[in-house]
């Protein structure tokens, strides 16, 4: 009976949070009519090849790791007149790696009043003067460093997931509407959303060019991710923020961590969200940490449609990174191809192609985020994805 309850409490906090606009918060919430086709304005982002110039906006990076300095240097990269000039971190190697690799940067100012360490210097670097903040500790930390940078009204770049557990989530969800609420900008790591053959084919399906959809399944099947092992003088924090993607109370697990993206994914092209599932993993060759080494698991919608869901973390193994929908009049892979019923192609995404013939987008995913964020901001326009993603990182 416990386990029964459990189920029914997180199925109807799920259904309050979308009747109240958690998965609409950009534009998709009731996409869709029986027919497939658009019932809303789709309200996507605008895919400029670089951000419109505008006023000095400066940026704050909370998390100097190397996913960290990635998004610091795409903020630099994503328009004119953007500059990084505060760092944060734990740990003083880090912040010190991630500054000499940014230091030639066009817009990296830093100054070593600005370099601040410890726990608590996420707090300093919001107070330091920045516009935008850019969130990319373990996400363990996310809720708390979010709803700083919202009530010091800061825009805010945040990697996925953005918590790690319901408590997390919600706490995301209730700083979002501030954010909404005070006209901040807010972009997430779910860099699918800002990829312009994920776009395209996004489009075309809620065009109806699939008809309904039935059924889905999306994968993130993958090798053996990296760890730490526990260094002389480490303190057992020190350790295990150090060794963070091996620790669920870090983490949340790469279920979390790492296939939400995939999930998120199939919450965006159904315009919903599952609202119960039944699943299994198990852990055998990993090294660090508590988490597991694969998830199989069974997603079921309100209209009793299923979503599979498989990820993986094991080395020597056949890997696949994907996502799949089925639909009354055909199927796609969601990122750049659309299938008729009988499996030959209707329409495949027009990529360029380079000097050799290489198929690329004209703006990477990493990038477009950035750009996508900044123009939000100078264009007055605001976005909030933080409740997408909040939502799809409690479906993981």
């Given at each position: 009976m416990k386990d029964e309850k459990s189920t029914l409490n997180r199925r109807q906090f799920l259904g309050t949070a979308t009747a109240a606009g958690a998965i609409g918060a950009v534009g998709i919430g009731a996409m869709m009519n029986s027919c497939g086709k658009p019932a809303v304005d789709l309200k996507l982002p605008p895919l400029l090849d670089v951000a419109p110039d505008g006023p000095e906006l400066t940026a704050g990076l909370v998390g100097c790791g190397g996913r960290g300095t990635g998004a610091a240097a795409q903020f630099l990269s994503a328009g004119p007149n953007l500059k990084i000039i505060a760092l944060a971190d734990v740990f003083r190697d880090r912040l010190d790696?991630?500054?000499?690799?940014?230091?030639?940067?066009?817009?990296?100012?830093?100054?070593?009043?600005?370099?601040?360490?410890?726990?608590?210097?996420?707090?300093?670097?919001?107070?330091?003067?920045?516009?935008?903040?850019?969130?990319?500790?373990?996400?363990?930390?996310?809720?708390?460093h979010f709803a700083a940078a919202i009530k010091?009204?800061?825009?805010?770049?945040?990697?996925?997931?953005?918590?790690?557990?319901?408590?997390?989530?919600?706490?995301?969800?209730?700083t979002a509407k501030k954010a909404d609420a005070a006209g901040l900008s807010v972009v997430t790591g779910t860099q699918r959303r800002h990829q312009r053959?994920?776009?395209?084919?996004?489009?075309?399906?809620?065009?109806?060019?699939i008809g309904e959809i039935v059924s889905a399944n999306c994968y993130w099947n993958g090798g053996q991710l990296w760890y730490k092992t526990q260094q002389s003088g480490w303190?057992?924090?020190?350790?295990?923020?150090?060794?963070?993607?091996?620790?669920?109370?870090?983490?949340?697990?790469?279920?979390?961590?790492?296939?939400?993206?995939?999930?998120?994914?199939?919450?965006?092209?159904?315009g919903k969200h599952p609202v119960k599932t039944v699943g299994f993993g198990g852990r055998h060759r990993r090294v660090t940490g508590d988490q597991y080494d694969f998830f199989s698991v069974d997603y079921v919608f309100d209209d009793s449609k299923h979503l599979h869901s498989m990820c993986r973390q094991i080395d020597g193994?056949?890997?696949?990174?994907?996502?799949?929908?089925?639909?009354?009049?055909?199927?796609?892979?969601?990122?750049?191809?659309?299938?008729?019923?009988?499996?030959?192609?209707?329409?495949?995404?027009?990529?360029?192609?380079?000097?050799?013939?290489?198929?690329?987008?004209?703006?990477?995913?990493y990038f477009q985020e950035h750009i996508d964020l900044v123009t939000a901001i100078r264009t007055n326009k605001p976005v909030d994805y933080a409740e997408n993603t909040a939502i799809s990182t409690l479906v993981a």
């Open positions: 790696s991630c500054r000499q690799r940014l230091t030639d940067k066009p817009g990296f100012e830093v100054t070593n009043e600005n370099c601040f360490i410890g726990f608590d210097a996420y707090r300093k670097l919001i107070d330091s003067g920045v516009d935008v903040v850019l969130l990319a500790t373990p996400p363990h930390f996310r809720p708390e010091a009204r800061k825009h805010v770049f945040m990697e996925k997931p953005v918590a790690v557990d319901p408590v997390g989530a919600r706490s995301v969800m209730s053959d994920y776009i395209e084919t996004f489009k075309r399906v809620a065009g109806g060019e303190s057992d924090m020190e350790y295990m923020i150090r060794d963070w993607v091996n620790w669920c109370w870090l983490s949340g697990d790469h279920i979390v961590e790492q296939h939400v993206h995939n999930l998120d994914v199939i919450n965006w092209f159904t193994c056949a890997n696949n990174v994907s996502e799949f929908i089925m639909g009354t009049k055909g199927h796609s892979n969601c990122r750049n191809t659309i299938w008729k019923p009988d499996g030959s192609v209707r329409w495949n995404y027009p990529y360029l192609k380079d000097d050799k013939g290489k198929t690329h987008l004209k703006v990477g995913p």
